[in-house]
Structure formats: C-alpha cells, structure tokens
C-alpha cells in the first residue's frame, strides 16, 4: 500500500435507483431559469452548449477558463462526465467524442448545460449497479 492509497477516503456505496439518482442530480422537477443562470458569476460566462479541444489528455487546455471553475460531480464513463457549477450548483455534461480524433492525445469534447430533469433521465438510463460516493464525487460502477 502506498500513502497515497492509505489516505483516500473510503468511498461509500450506494444502490443505483430512483432515490440516488435523484441525490445526485436534486429535484428532476427544478428548472433552473435564464434569468436565474444569468445572475451566476460561472454560467452567466458560459454558452448552453460548447465544444472543446484537449491534447494529451489535459482537458485544461481547451476549455474556457471559467469552464475550468465547474467541480467534478459524476463520472459515468472516462468519456461521459457530468460537472457541476460550484456556486448555482448548475450540471453540465462534459462528453468526449473519439470520432473525432485527430492525432495522439487529442480528443474533441462537448460541455453541455443540462437541466436536473435531463441529468435525472441521463443516469437513470446508464446500466449501473451501484453509485460510490468519494469526498463530493460520485462514480457509477458497472
Ligand atoms: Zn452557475
């Protein structure tokens, strides 16, 4: 065992339904409004759908330095990422598109705002078996 390994949290294990799901994404009925976004110093700055470039795999490099603010919240595929803005606590859908591949390390992805009824649908349809919970993130397990 390494340090590192030593002092990670133990992750907590949640059952993939309903209930979590909705832990996860909050009310599936909330709609988060124009004007409500347009109050939030993070998403006032960002559009309702971008597409950004990485190289290497640093994600950092392509994306708007405001986009760069949006906390980790789920991590469904290392291709499907759901982000969440650290101050409204707005979801975005950060999607990698390997068709799009244009030499090594580079990978084009497409950072989508969703609503919490279309990030609440979005999980609900993966085929997990259970959801981990470490520090504030939540993994999917297959
Ligand atoms: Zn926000």
């Known amino acids: 065992m390494t340090e590192e390994l030593k002092t ?3 992750p907590k294990v949640y059952p993939f339904n ?29 559009p309702d759908s971008a597409e950004l470039n990485s190289r290497q795999g640093g994600l ?3 994306v708007p330095d405001v986009a760069a603010r949006l906390a980790d919240h789920v991590e469904i595929r290392t291709s499907l990422r759901l982000l969440k803005c650290p101050t409204c606590g707005c979801l975005y859908k950060l999607e990698r598109h390997s ?10 992805w497409t950072l989508t705002r969703l609503q919490a009824g279309d990030a609440y649908e979005l999980l609900l349809g993966q085929p997990a078996k259970a959801v981990l919970r470490r520090d ?4 999917l397990e297959w």
């Open 60 to 62: 950092e490099a392509g």
């Open 18 to 46: 309903r209930d979590t799901v909705r832990l996860i994404t909050g009310d599936p009925e909330l709609v988060l409004s124009k004007a409500r976004l347009s109050i939030c110093e993070v998403c006032s700055r960002l």
């Open 136 to 139: 504030q993130r939540w993994l």
């Open 99 to 108: 068709e799009f591949l244009s030499g090594p390390g580079e990978a084009s």
């Open 8 to 10: 990670q949290p133990i």
